[in-house]
């Protein structure tokens, strides 16, 4: 729908990060418009994850007969971010940017091994972040280490002119202490994200992050967030019903893609929009049309609103009984093969990886996935912090405290082999150890 289409300005985001300096080295694959969870829809083709061509992978990988099938044997990135997560990942740049919608940026970062932030909703600027769900986008932040993660959050927050929900209040950037004592802190452990499908490799590094936690000094106790099972039906309601009034603005008349249809402007409408977007898009455009009919308008997206008020009002009690940070997990496997992941269809995988990100979103608070240790297969797994809104620099001190303590290895990258010359530009990839 965009193809060749060149913006006459810049994002917010990426202005204050020029106006600091940086270099900005391109833009990185994604799902098509942010929609999945895999980055196995985008027009450029699936995002590979570096790790499968790791060192650590490969020990653990039984060898392959042939050829076709090892070159089908590379894991997925998780989405919808999957290609800034891959960049930062695999030593491309030190930092990308995400969106996150319902864990675009989290997903990722788990399953690629890299720290990804979400930020407090409103907390950065969205102007000219293109819009998938207006009242749960927030920019995100895919770094190697938690340090990098608040530096950049400096860099980015503060108050937006040109977006009203961004917050008023002047952010003053803040450095994370290198000596951190957890004692004072008071953890929770959310029982509802003990979801169906969580593996029980996860399942131990959750209960041996918790342990962590509690022989360190902090206080660490199992709280309830009972709306949690409602929120990826509630999540899905709301999304598609404003993917639908957001995608209506790609017709194209102004910008993008036009069909060679002159017969009405209806006509150059549909087959505009039909050329323009894959059956991703379509089809959440239908569902969120289907669930703004005045006939369902009551029954879906108004009971919607009103469950996605019960589960921020489910973190509000949470937190104003004494917890501070709550811990999770980030996904419910490692990443799958991609030959794997592309037998669900897209909305599917989207319910299943979304399940424990989206409440995040819905509720606006801060949360960061943090790289844990690595699968049996030798891929990296990732645990979820979740903190109160605006409260960046304790979600982030706990969260670098954390990070020292699990020491998460460092990816060793093999060399490429020819046939991947398309994915990897160069030939040869450097070996960090």
Same mark, same amino acid.
């Given at each position: 729908?965009?193809?060749?289409?060149?913006?006459?300005?810049?994002?917010?985001?990426?202005?204050?990060?020029?106006?600091?300096?940086?270099?900005?080295?391109?833009?990185?694959?994604?799902?098509?418009?942010?929609?999945?969870?895999?980055?196995?829809?985008?027009?450029?083709?699936?995002?590979?994850?570096?790790?499968?061509?790791?060192?650590?992978?490969?020990?653990?990988?039984?060898?392959? &007969? /042939?050829?076709?099938n090892e070159e089908s044997?590379?894991?997925? %990135? @998780? =989405? #919808?971010?999957?290609?800034? $997560? *891959?960049?930062? &990942? /695999?030593?491309?740049?030190?930092?990308?940017?995400?969106?996150? %919608? @319902? =864990? #675009?940026?989290?997903?990722? $970062? *788990?399953?690629?091994?890299?720290?990804?932030?979400?930020?407090?909703?409103?907390?950065?600027?969205?102007?000219?972040?293109?819009?998938?769900?207006?009242?749960?986008?927030?920019?995100?932040?895919?770094?190697?280490?938690?340090?990098?993660?608040?530096?950049?959050?400096?860099?980015?927050?503060?108050?937006?002119?040109?977006?009203?929900?961004?917050?008023?209040?002047?952010?003053?950037?803040?450095?994370?202490?290198?000596?951190?004592?957890?004692?004072?802190?008071?953890?929770?452990?959310?029982?509802?994200?003990?979801?169906p499908g969580l593996s029980?490799?996860?399942?131990?590094?959750?209960?041996?992050?918790?342990?962590?936690?509690?022989?360190?000094?902090?206080?660490?106790?199992?709280?309830?967030?009972?709306?949690?099972?409602?929120?990826?039906?509630?999540?899905?309601?709301?999304?598609?019903?404003?993917?639908?009034?957001?995608?209506?603005?790609?017709?194209?008349?102004?910008?993008?893609?036009?069909?060679?249809?002159?017969?009405?402007?209806?006509?150059?409408?549909?087959?505009?929009?039909?050329?323009?977007?894959?059956?991703?898009?379509?089809?959440?455009?239908?569902?969120?049309?289907?669930?703004?009919?005045?006939?369902?308008?009551?029954?879906?997206?108004?009971?919607?609103?009103?469950?996605?008020?019960?589960?921020?009002?489910?973190?509000?009690?949470?937190?104003?009984?004494?917890?501070?940070?709550?811990?999770?997990?980030?996904?419910?496997?490692?990443?799958?093969?991609?030959?794997?992941?592309?037998?669900?269809?897209?909305?599917?995988?989207?319910?299943?990886?979304?399940?424990?990100?989206?409440?995040?979103?819905?509720?606006?608070?801060?949360?960061?996935?943090?790289?844990?240790?690595?699968?049996?297969?030798?891929?990296?797994?990732?645990?979820?912090?979740?903190?109160?809104?605006?409260?960046?620099?304790?979600?982030?001190?706990?969260?670098?405290?954390?990070?020292?303590?699990?020491?998460?290895?460092?990816?060793?990258?093999?060399?490429?082999?020819?046939?991947?010359?398309?994915?990897?530009?160069?030939?040869?990839?450097?070996?960090?150890?």
């Amino acid at each position: 729908m965009l193809k060749g289409y060149i913006s006459p300005y810049n994002a917010t985001v990426v202005q204050k990060l020029l106006d600091q300096g940086a270099v900005l080295l391109g833009k990185t694959n994604l799902d098509e418009f942010a929609m999945g969870s895999g980055s196995t829809d985008g027009i450029f083709g699936p995002v590979r994850n570096p790790w499968s061509y790791s060192r650590q992978y490969k020990e653990k990988t039984p060898p392959k &007969s /042939s050829s076709e099938n090892e070159e089908s044997d590379w894991v997925i %990135t @998780g =989405g #919808s971010s999957g290609g800034s $997560a *891959a960049a930062v &990942s /695999s030593f491309t740049c030190f930092v990308a940017l995400g969106s996150d %919608t @319902g =864990g #675009s940026t989290r997903n990722p $970062a *788990a399953h690629c091994g890299v720290v990804g932030l979400k930020p407090t909703y409103g907390l950065i600027s969205r102007h000219g972040l293109i819009p998938l769900v207006n009242s749960m986008d927030v920019p995100g932040i895919l770094t190697r280490c938690v340090d990098d993660a608040a530096v950049v959050l400096g860099s980015l927050a503060g108050h937006d002119p040109k977006d009203a929900t961004t917050i008023q209040d002047t952010f003053k950037p803040f450095e994370l202490p290198n000596l951190i004592d957890v004692r004072k802190l008071c953890i929770g452990i959310p029982k509802e994200y003990h979801a169906p499908g969580l593996s029980s490799e996860i399942l131990a590094l959750w209960s041996k992050a918790a342990d962590l936690f509690k022989d360190a000094g902090a206080k660490v106790i199992e709280v309830s967030l009972p709306h949690t099972r409602y929120s990826i039906v509630c999540y899905h309601v709301l999304c598609t019903a404003e993917v639908a009034s957001n995608m209506a603005r790609f017709d194209g008349l102004e910008y993008g893609h036009r069909a060679d249809m002159n017969k009405s402007t209806e006509s150059m409408y549909a087959a505009t929009r039909r050329e323009g977007f894959n059956d991703v898009v379509r089809g959440r455009i239908l569902s969120g049309n289907y669930f703004l009919l005045k006939q369902n308008y009551e029954n879906y997206f108004i009971k919607a609103q009103k469950v996605r008020r019960l589960i921020a009002n489910d973190f509000v009690k949470v937190f104003g009984s004494g917890v501070d940070i709550l811990l999770t997990p980030t996904t419910l496997s490692d990443a799958v093969p991609y030959m794997e992941f592309i037998k669900e269809d897209n909305r599917t995988r989207s319910a299943q990886d979304d399940i424990l990100t989206q409440a995040a979103n819905m509720a606006g608070l801060p949360a960061i996935s943090i790289p844990t240790a690595l699968s049996k297969r030798g891929l990296p797994v990732g645990l979820q912090f979740i903190g109160h809104s605006f409260q960046e620099k304790q979600l982030l001190t706990v969260a670098k405290w954390f990070e020292k303590q699990v020491k998460f290895p460092m990816i060793q990258l093999e060399e490429v082999k020819r046939h991947d010359c398309s994915v990897f530009q160069h030939q040869k990839s450097v070996s960090f150890l």
